[in-house]
């Protein structure tokens, strides 16, 4: 995978200048032993009168922007570069006593996975349950991994990628009547059914990179969201719903939490008459980097040993 670069921008359009509340930003890529972070800034008009940095409670990079003028328009730029090590599905390494489901996580682990166990959405009719459940197999062992793996290449295969760009989330019970949503919904459904068999799940927003169109990649041109999967032997795996992706390939995290409104790109206040927001445009590009422009880079020394699950 070469250098990527990611460019995210934000432009708010008001009808006439405004008061700007307090903004909340994460754009800026978790930094891991699978994504190292060559360069990052952020550039904001007008000019914050203050900008501080702060960890939230899942670890995740939080800017939080504050103004003293009024403007018509607010833009924020963050761009990215970093060093990007896939991790292929073959590689995910499970330990011995959790490669068939069920399993029970360890004592150790439990009481830090129990919040991402927890189900966030009522279910009386136990049809996420049911829908979960279809996928164990009933004549006999049902591997860990092949389970995962078909939930999310059965949310790729039969469900209907539709882009909403309005805020929230559907349901995962509307998302299954519905047969249709967006990444957002597609990785909430995903973690509600894997709680549903007792698996660890949070859900992760980022950016996808498409090297190609013949990959068919969806949910580029802005942030994209998917699971991550807590599997003893390998801790967090990503999977992607979306695309049918197991492992990170492509898949760039940004924000990491229990319920996508803790992990939201943007998120701010802004004071004025009724009526004075007009509109929003986001845009967002995942290029290749000039490795050039980095020479102290030792790319590809970032290895993932293989053992089979």
């Not at 000019?47 to 939230?56: A, G, M, Y």
């Not at 996420?128 to 295969?157: C, K, M, P, Y």
């Not at 509307?174 to 990785?187: H, I, P, S, W």
């Amino acid at each position: 995978m070469p250098l990527l670069t990611i460019r995210h921008s934000t432009t708010y359009h008001y009808q006439q200048p405004v008061s700007l509340g307090e903004h909340r930003i994460m754009m800026r890529p978790r930094e891991a032993f699978d994504q190292r972070l060559l360069s990052a800034r952020l550039d904001i008009d007008p000019t914050p009168s203050e900008l501080r940095w702060l960890h939230d409670v899942f670890g995740n990079s939080v800017a939080i922007a504050t103004f003293k003028a009024r403007a018509a328009q607010l833009v924020i730029n963050s761009e990215a570069t970093l060093d990007h090590a896939p991790l292929a599905q073959k590689q995910v390494d499970v330990e011995p006593y959790a490669r068939l489901f069920p399993f029970t996580y360890s004592s150790e682990d439990m009481p830090d996975l129990l919040r991402s166990i927890e189900r966030e959405y009522h279910d009386p009719e136990r049809i996420v349950d049911n829908w979960a459940r279809s996928f164990v197999s009933n004549h006999g062992n049902t591997s860990t991994i092949a389970l995962l793996t078909e939930i999310a290449t059965g949310i790729q295969r039969e469900f209907t990628y539709v882009p909403r760009h309005e805020k929230g989330t559907q349901s995962p019970i509307e998302t299954l009547k519905l047969r249709q949503g967006t990444c957002r919904d597609f990785a909430v459904l995903m973690i509600e059914a894997v709680r549903a068999l007792g698996f660890a799940a949070r859900f992760v927003s980022g950016y996808v990179y498409n090297p190609s169109r013949s990959e068919d990649v969806v949910g580029g041109g802005n942030t994209h969201a998917w699971v991550r999967i807590f599997l003893p032997g390998s801790g967090w795996v990503e999977f992607d719903p979306t695309n049918g992706i197991i492992g990170n390939r492509g898949l760039i995290r940004v924000a990491v939490a229990r319920d996508p409104y803790q992990a939201l790109p943007l998120s701010g206040t802004w004071f004025g008459p009724p009526g004075s927001f007009l509109n929003m445009d986001v845009s967002v590009d995942v290029l290749r980097a000039d490795p050039s422009l980095f020479p102290s880079t030792n790319h590809g020394a970032i290895n993932s040993r293989h053992i089979g699950a």
